[in-house]
Antibody, heavy 116, light 112 residues
Framework: EVQLVESGGGLVQPGGSLRLSCTAS????????MIWVRQPPGKGLQWLSYISPSGSDTFYVDSVKGRFTMSRDNAKNTLYLEMNSLRVEDTAVYYC?????????WGQGTLVTVSS | DVVMTQSPLSLPVTLGQPASITCRSSQSLVYSDGNIYFNWFQQRPGQSPRRLIY???HRDSGVPDRFSGSGSGTDFTLRISRVEAEDVGIYYC?????????FGQGTKLEIK
């Protein structure tokens, strides 16, 4: 059974940093492209970033480019999202997903709150 | 970025009646490999999104056959043949053909 479990969310002040993790199981993690998607409270979904199976290629939406870094450790079956210079508008539930062209599998999400 | 426009944004439906949601993309979603990477997702209250339909019309495993998807190019439709109580939630379309992927605004389905 495919499982994705996000962790690392919490309360952080504007300008602060946070690292999210997504631990995968039930499939050969190193073979698959992965993405992060976020959902602000009460709002819609936003596709954020992509990483290739090896980790050599990444892509980011403009609103997080230069502030967020996506990476992976295939030996640990874990995906990461390093978030710096956080803004109030980054407050959201963050999901990892398998298959960037339409995620079949999603985690339960981890809430990031950026507030002073 | 490709803009995905859903309608309606609110959809009150009587139990047992059909429902339909449309999604229009700002450009063609045909990818260079010939596929159309267009999806429909359901998000029930308090839950993560769940993919219902991929590549326009392919139903995911476990999705009831009352859900169907159709469309081509830039116009797509999700149909529910007979709405059940468990269908309450928000439905999102999403394109994965062009980077970055983009979602529609969401359609809130409720029971009348």
């Amino acid at each position: 059974e495919v499982q994705l479990v996000e962790s690392g969310g919490g309360l952080v002040q504007p300008g602060g940093s946070l690292r999210l993790s997504c631990t995968a199981s039930g499939f050969t993690f190193s073979n698959y492209e992965m993405i992060w998607v976020r959902q602000p409270p009460g709002k819609g979904l936003q596709w954020l970033s992509y990483i290739s199976p090896s980790g050599s290629d990444t892509f980011y939406v403009d609103s997080v480019k230069g502030r967020f870094t996506m990476s992976r450790d295939n030996a640990k079956n874990t995906l990461y999202l390093e978030m710096n210079s956080l803004r109030v508008e980054d407050t959201a539930v963050y999901y990892c997903g398998k298959d960037p062209r339409g995620p079949e599998y999603w985690g339960q999400g981890t809430l990031v709150t950026v507030s002073s | 970025d490709v803009v995905m426009t859903q309608s309606p944004l609110s959809l009150p439906v009587t139990l047992g009646q059909p429902a339909s949601i449309t999604c229009r993309s700002s450009q063609s979603l045909v990818y260079s490999d010939g596929n159309i990477y267009f999806n429909w997702f359901q998000q029930r209250p308090g839950q993560s999104p769940r993919r219902l339909i991929y590549k326009v019309s392919h139903r995911d495993s476990g999705v009831p056959d009352r859900f169907s998807g159709s469309g081509s190019g830039t116009d797509f439709t999700l149909r529910i043949s007979r709405v059940e109580a468990e269908d309450v939630g928000i439905y999102y379309c999403m394109q994965g053909t062009h980077w970055p992927g983009t979602f529609g605004q969401g359609t809130k389905l409720e029971i009348k």
